[in-house]
């Protein structure tokens, strides 16, 4: 059972629908110091990941204790977004939410379908909200760890005129594309890294070492002529801000391919706040030395 499945657990779910939230946010990061304490070689692969980016710096050690906080807020905002009262959410989320760069999402939409690119990063079990409180029409990409979780998604999404191409259920691309064509914004993450198909030869310099290049995303940009834009869901002190950046300018170094300035932007946002990518686990693999 990993770290998503456990903490989706009937009586975990049953707690973060019904006890107050001060009490299911504590609650949830006992179990996660619980589950870390038994999954010991899970948490010093996450340490040495970020150890290996961050060696010799003074805060490394408060980096790793952040991060793992940060884990824990990741699986209690999708506990958060799936089972809490929807309308008290949506409420809330926009009381807490502040956007920045929505001119770049407002000038590509007038071409056509964009494609947001995000990360397992962040709040980004909100980003979807965040975007159809402002009345933009996100599609996303998604793997439902349980059949619970699916209904309750797919039900809450339906509401706000959010779509969830569910992963499993084949036609992907097609339906991906499909979503772009109607002039919608597909939500999608860099860093699946279980997916990438990355050739050897080709990697660049990032997160202070080689790191492989996959096209995938260049590839469906292409395709599909749709505008590349960077979305990062960051926890501030006050609650969130959405932060919409360009990738693939004018401004891009001369020959450099949109994928290695989607990964650019991406450690850009990780270099800044480390404690809120939650997919430390998995960096040793894109390093092509270690892979």
Same mark, same amino acid.
């Not at 401004?251 to 991406?266: D, N, R, Y």
């Given at each position: 059972?990993? $770290? &998503?499945?456990?903490?989706?657990?009937?009586?975990?779910?049953? $707690?973060?629908?019904?006890?107050?939230?001060?009490?299911?946010?504590?609650?949830?990061?006992?179990? *996660?110091?619980?589950?870390?304490?038994?999954?010991?070689?899970?948490?010093?692969?996450?340490?040495?990941?970020?150890?290996?980016?961050?060696? !010799?710096?003074?805060?490394?050690?408060?980096?790793? =204790?952040?991060?793992?906080?940060? $884990?824990?807020?990741?699986?209690?905002?999708?506990?958060?977004?799936?089972?809490? =009262?929807?309308?008290?959410?949506?409420?809330?989320?926009?009381?807490?939410?502040?956007?920045?760069?929505?001119?770049?999402?407002?000038?590509?939409?007038?071409?056509?379908?964009?494609?947001?690119?995000?990360?397992?990063?962040?709040?980004?079990?909100?980003?979807?909200?965040?975007?159809?409180?402002?009345?933009?029409?996100?599609?996303?990409?998604?793997?439902?760890?349980?059949?619970?979780?699916?209904?309750?998604?797919?039900?809450?999404?339906?509401?706000?005129?959010?779509?969830? $191409?569910?992963?499993?259920?084949?036609?992907?691309?097609?339906?991906?594309?499909?979503?772009? =064509?109607?002039?919608?914004?597909?939500?999608?993450?860099?860093?699946?890294?279980?997916?990438?198909?990355?050739?050897?030869?080709?990697?660049?310099?990032?997160? !202070? *070492?080689?790191?492989?290049?996959?096209?995938?995303?260049?590839?469906?940009?292409?395709?599909? !002529?749709?505008?590349?834009?960077?979305?990062?869901?960051?926890?501030?002190?006050?609650?969130?801000?959405?932060?919409?950046?360009?990738? !693939?300018?004018?401004?891009?170094?001369?020959?450099?391919?949109? &994928?290695?300035?989607?990964?650019?932007?991406?450690?850009?946002?990780?270099?800044?706040?480390?404690?809120?990518?939650?997919?430390?686990?998995?960096?040793?693999?894109?390093?092509?030395?270690?892979?």
């Amino acid at each position: 059972m990993n $770290i &998503s499945q456990f903490f989706q657990l009937t009586p975990n779910v049953m $707690i973060f629908r019904y006890a107050p939230m001060w009490f299911s946010t504590r609650y949830l990061r006992l179990l *996660g110091r619980m589950y870390y304490i038994v999954n010991r070689h899970e948490r010093h692969l996450i340490e040495r990941n970020i150890k290996s980016v961050f060696q !010799g710096k003074a805060e490394v050690h408060d980096i790793v =204790k952040r991060t793992f906080d940060g $884990i824990f807020s990741h699986y209690a905002e999708k506990l958060i977004m799936a089972h809490r =009262k929807y309308d008290n959410v949506k409420k809330e989320l926009w009381r807490a939410m502040e956007y920045s760069g929505t001119e770049y999402l407002d000038k590509a939409l007038k071409k056509g379908g964009v494609i947001l690119v995000t990360a397992h990063f962040g709040a980004v079990e909100f980003l979807p909200l965040a975007l159809a409180l402002r009345g933009y029409p996100a599609t996303m990409v998604v793997k439902f760890q349980t059949e619970r979780l699916k209904r309750s998604l797919m039900q809450r999404a339906e509401e706000v005129n959010v779509e969830l $191409i569910d992963c499993e259920e084949g036609r992907v691309l097609q339906r991906a594309m499909d979503s772009l =064509k109607r002039g919608r914004i597909l939500l999608t993450e860099c860093d699946e890294v279980d997916e990438w198909k990355p050739r050897e030869n080709q990697t660049i310099q990032a997160f !202070g *070492g080689r790191i492989h290049l996959d096209r995938s995303l260049e590839v469906l940009c292409r395709r599909s !002529g749709s505008t590349a834009i960077g979305s990062f869901m960051v926890r501030t002190k006050d609650g969130y801000r959405l932060s919409l950046v360009p990738v !693939g300018s004018e401004e891009m170094v001369e020959g450099e391919c949109l &994928s290695a300035a989607i990964l650019k932007t991406f450690e850009q946002f990780v270099m800044m706040f480390p404690d809120q990518w939650y997919q430390w686990k998995k960096f040793h693999r894109m390093r092509p030395e270690i892979a």
